[in-house]
């Protein structure tokens, strides 16, 4: 046991850099990463990939023409996928389960995102176009100097059958308006008291595009959806749990308040309650809950200038947004937080993050960040202390693959999601074949193969934190913990402890340790760092 912890320590605690260009460029062999699959489409190509942590292509999906700008892989083992005209259920051997046309069918484009709903159905983005005409009506300033004005609908979407779909549930932004601009028409108000509504005739700069709405999510415990208006530099939560009728009003719904704003942050210049200098967000992306881990219920966002006046460096952020199961709280009249809970800029292979559209973040299970960066195809895990642990290129683009070390253009991806090696889509499914990698060669895949297979992780469910730690490690598992061992640099073992799920390690000088955790005839390997 000692030689082969002696080797482990060697192998868990290095790191592998090289020239490499695409695949996987950065591989710290950490523990504290994140373990699982990720799920890509380039922009640009009619295929998405599930990739494994060394960059192994898992499997596999070829879309026909035009693909999707976003996808999903669902609880019950469908990958959901979809662009502005076209919706399709693929199951894992890309057979086509469901697939509609949405304006044939429905009447309508959709833009950006979609999110798939635990009842099978899912979410859509649609905008809807208004005359000058309609909109003075409804108190628009009347120096509006363009023909349309373009405002956000969300549509639920119900599959039926192979091949069609019906609109079950609706919610329009244009029934949520208010305006300082004429006492005689609707909408009528101050805006500032007013936050639950959106002031019509805000001019952030955008024309006929006030709005810009770039991605939606869904929480099921509040019936809670969440959007991100990026021409605002502003995130909103509506509720779902209205009738489409009561959407259209301010009452009704779990939180008696139809479709207005539940919760609206990142810009309160846009409600008359700050200026440039209060924003928060900047044309940002991706706007979530957190599923898992320590930082579960609160949101994550990935704000593409910054904040306030500084627009030099893209962030990410994890937003608490001080709710009471699904209530929120005005500080002053401008809704909680007052800050960012978590926030991470900096340099990512010693390029600074900037990228000025699409991208985005998911925080995982263990607390670390995954961030897609669009702009250059870059997906990077960094940990909660802000280090960077895993950077991947994509190398396919434009229905083709880029060779190792040369550079990739057309590999933006709108989103990546990763998935846990337990998630449900898994289930009967073998994850173990692998395709190989994309490009032509990689040698840091080919080290994180053979590491991997030398570090088998039995306990693939397991979760501790927080990490490094000045005394107690905290461990999750669906299993019992029947033992845990606490190694030194030597290999010898410190500290042993039965039936627990937790270890102090307070008494033990400041450094690195490998410690085991065993269930039954399973265990995994974990480095932790004792500050």
Known sequence: MKKLVLILFAVISGSAISQETVGLVFNEINENKSEGYTLFKPSSDNRAFLIDNCGEVVNQWNFFGEGSRNCYFLEDGTLLQSNDLYAELRDWDNNVLWSIDYEALLGFRIHHDIEPLPNGNFLVLVRDGYTNNEMFAEGMDTSYPNDVLLLERILEIEPVGTNSANIVWEWKLFDHLVQDFDSTKPNYGIVADNVQLLDMNYDGGHGSNPIHANAIDYNEDLDQIAVSARHLSE??????????????????????????????????????MGTIDNKKLGRQHDIKWITEGPNQGKMSVFSNDGYGSNLTASSVHIIDQNDTNGFYSLNSGKFLPEDYFWSWNGTIMNEVMHAGAQCGVQIMSNGNA????????????????????????????NNSEFDQFTEPIGNGSFRAHRYSESFSGFENISLNSSSGIIENINSISENCSQSLSLVKNDLVNLTYYPNPTKDY?????????????????????????????????????????????????????????KE
Do not use: C, Q
């Open 473 to 529: 490690l905290y461990f999750s598992s669906y299993k019992k913990i029947d033992k845990i061992e606490v190694f030194g640099l030597s290999g010898n073992i410190i500290i042993t402890r039965s039936n627990v799920d937790f270890i102090n390690l307070k008494s033990l000088a400041n450094g690195m340790y490998l410690i085991n955790i065993l269930h039954d005839t399973k265990s995994r390997f974990i480095k932790v760092l």
């Open 370 to 397: 995954l961030i897609n960066e669009s702009d250059n195809g870059r997906l990077s895990e960094i940990d909660n202390s802000g280090n960077v642990v895993w950077v991947y290129i994509i190398p396919a683009g």
């Open 235 to 272: 995130v909103f939560i509506i509720d779902h749990s209205t009738t489409t009728a009561e959407a259209a009003t301010h009452s009704g719904g779990i939180y008696g308040k139809g479709g207005d704003f539940l919760w609206r942050w990142g810009n309160p210049e846009v409600y008359d």
